[in-house]
């Protein structure tokens, strides 16, 4: 009987591919344990700017500008996508590169969670935006599945929309 010779490229693949699936179920064990996982906090940015009219751009939801309409913005263009912000004790989360149709628009922005308590909600703290900082306004909310808000940066140079969920949000489709 002779001996099957398989590609050493077919077994590299297999190698690479077993590990996956314990991974999956230790991340939903992790999830389990930890409630955090299942209620992360998602940030977008949002800049007070008309939309392009054409490219690629991510969507600014229906409940942000309705918002920050209330607030007396009436155009609204969003600079990133869900992003999942770090949870308190991890290194802060990259939220926004700076960069606006190419160009420079302010500083690299960064979020992350200070503070997750059952009663005062959760705390999110910014840093960049500018290079003195970003002074944030309303980014606390209810650390519940489905709570949302808009954080204000530096008294309306741009907001920041929060949103707790289950889901990874940044897979939202750009329009």
């Known amino acids: 009987m002779k001996a099957k010779i398989i590609p050493l490229p077919a077994i590299l693949m297999l190698a690479v591919a077993i590990p996956v699936f314990p991974a999956a179920a230790a991340n939903v064990e992790e999830t389990k344990k930890n409630p955090t996982k299942a209620t992360a906090v998602y940030a977008k940015v949002i800049l007070?700017?008309?939309?392009?009219?054409?490219?690629?751009?991510?969507?600014?939801?229906?409940?942000?500008?309705?918002?920050?309409?209330?607030?007396?913005?009436?155009?609204?263009?969003?600079?990133?996508?869900?992003?999942?912000?770090?949870?308190?004790?991890?290194?802060?989360?990259?939220?926004?590169d700076g960069v606006l149709d190419g160009k420079g628009w302010g500083c690299p922005a960064d979020g992350w969670i200070v503070e997750r308590d059952p009663k005062k909600g959760a705390k999110v703290e910014f840093s960049g935006f500018t290079p003195f900082g970003a002074e944030a306004k309303g980014a606390t909310l209810n650390a519940k599945?489905?709570?949302?808000?808009?954080?204000?940066?530096?008294?309306?140079?741009?907001?920041?929309?929060?949103?707790?969920?289950?889901?990874?949000?940044?897979?939202?489709?750009?329009?």
């Open 48 to 96: 007070p700017q008309k939309q392009p009219a054409t490219g690629k751009h991510p969507t600014v939801e229906s409940w942000i500008r309705k918002e920050l309409a209330k607030r007396g913005k009436k155009q609204s263009r969003a600079v990133t996508s869900w992003v999942r912000l770090s949870e308190k004790g991890d290194e802060s989360t990259a939220i926004w």
């Open 145 to 175: 599945t489905g709570s949302r808000t808009i954080a204000v940066i530096n008294d309306g140079m741009a907001y920041v929309a929060l949103h707790v969920g289950k889901r990874d949000l940044s897979k939202t489709p750009a329009k």
